[in-house]
């Protein structure tokens, strides 16, 4: 399994401008996590879902942030208009529930820059 | 409300020196207990789940032990390729939250 798939790798942007992220998640995983990693703060819960429906959303910062999941296997982080304090990695992790025991399993993540 | 500490924040050890990580927890109701590792510019890697008070689970030169209040990653002759950030994060019964630990970075000297 190729496991958790993101795009693109490193982002550099202008604030003001929009930014997508992508994810593939591993197939046959029911459950998706957007995450945000910084120093100060470390890994944030963004937006959760589970079979391709927003669960919860409580940790998007703000209304500049939107998640979506068109289908089982992709998902997109948009932040429109970006800021620099955006700045930071952000991950993609899927699980799946077995026997109701559940593991995540994180992509490579998207190191954003926003100048 | 639910959290995780981890201890310490920084660790150097020598080649071959032995040492233990630290995860304390306060949960309502432990689901599961999880480690990942991190390098540099990568993704968390999962590591191991515990589930219950006592477990104990190894992976090389990794063991990972579980008590009703803290979890440790006993790490054994360690090597230089074992530096890395390790995170510690529980979830608690009926939710599908992780709560990640701020981590502890080792760093491991040849």
């Known amino acids: 399994d190729a496991g958790v798939i993101q795009s693109p790798r490193h982002e550099v942007t202008e604030m003001g401008q929009e930014v997508t992220l992508r994810c593939k998640p591993i197939?046959?995983?029911?459950?998706l996590f957007w995450y945000r990693q910084t120093m100060m703060r470390g890994l944030e819960l963004l937006i959760y879902?589970?079979?391709?429906?927003?669960?919860?959303d409580s940790g998007m910062p703000e209304d500049r942030f939107s998640a979506k999941m068109p289908n089982a296997s992709f998902s997109t982080l948009k932040i429109q208009p970006s800021e620099p304090r955006d700045s930071a990695v952000y991950f993609c992790?899927?699980?799946?529930?077995?026997?109701?025991?559940?593991?995540?399993?994180f992509g490579p993540g998207t190191r954003l820059l926003v100048l | 409300e639910d959290q995780v500490t981890q201890s310490p924040e920084a660790l150097r050890l020598q080649e071959g020196e032995s040492s233990s990580l630290n995860c304390s927890y306060t949960?309502?109701?432990?689901?599961?207990l999880f480690w990942y590792r991190q390098d540099p510019g990568k993704g968390p890697e999962f590591l191991f789940t515990?589930?219950?008070a006592g477990e104990e689970k190894e992976k090389e030169r990794l063991k990972a032990t579980l008590t009703k209040k803290e979890s440790f990653l006993h790490i054994t002759a360690p090597k230089p390729e074992d530096s890395a950030t390790y995170l510690c994060?529980?979830?608690?019964?009926?939710?599908?939250?992780?709560?990640f630990g701020t981590g502890t970075r080792l760093k491991v000297l040849a």
């Open positions: 992790a899927s699980s799946s529930v077995t026997g109701g025991l559940e593991t995540q399993y």
């Open positions: 197939s046959g995983h029911n459950s």
């Open positions: 879902f589970n079979n391709n429906v927003p669960i919860d």
């Open positions: 949960v309502s109701g432990l689901r599961g």
């Open positions: 515990l589930y219950s």
């Open positions: 994060a529980v979830q608690a019964g009926g939710t599908y939250k992780y709560i």
